[in-house]
Nanobody, 124 residues
Framework: QVQPVESGGGLVQTGGSLRLSCVTS????????VGWFRQAPGKTREFVAA????????LYAEIVKGRFTISRDNALTTVFLQMNNLKVEDTAVYYC?????????????????WGPGTQVTVSS
């Protein structure tokens, strides 16, 4: 079992930045893939970015490419999501998700463990 825990959400103005963190340590195994998803009110959960243990290029949703950067420590116990040039439409609850396997997937059902989420609100 792994219990991801997110932190770093908050309120920011348009054009601002936030850095989210996801801690995945304390479980019985090290996840091979960690991803970020988000869900805005009245919308379905959508993929944001993902990274894998051992390298390989990260995967990003088109709508965040060039603005968001996912990074991790070498043990994949902490994964970060640096969000720059935030827009009102980035407002959502952001979830960290961990997978046992190596994935290059934006599909939520491929991920095994989910954190409770952290709220990001971007004001105009």
């Amino acid at each position: 079992q792994v219990q991801p825990v997110e932190s770093g959400g908050g309120l920011v103005q348009t054009g601002g930045s936030l850095r989210l963190s996801c801690v995945t340590s304390g479980g019985t195994f090290t996840p091979r893939t960690v991803g970020w998803f988000r869900q805005a009110p009245g919308k379905t959960r959508e993929f944001v970015a993902a990274t894998t243990l051992g390298g390989g290029s990260p995967l990003y949703a088109e709508i965040v490419k060039g603005r968001f950067t996912i990074s991790r420590d070498n043990a994949l116990t902490t994964v970060f999501l640096q969000m720059n040039n935030l827009k009102v439409e980035d407002t959502a609850v952001y979830y960290c998700a961990a997978a046992r396997e190596f994935l290059r997937s934006s599909q939520a059902d491929r991920y095994d463990y989910w954190g409770p989420g952290t709220q990001v609100t971007v004001s105009s």
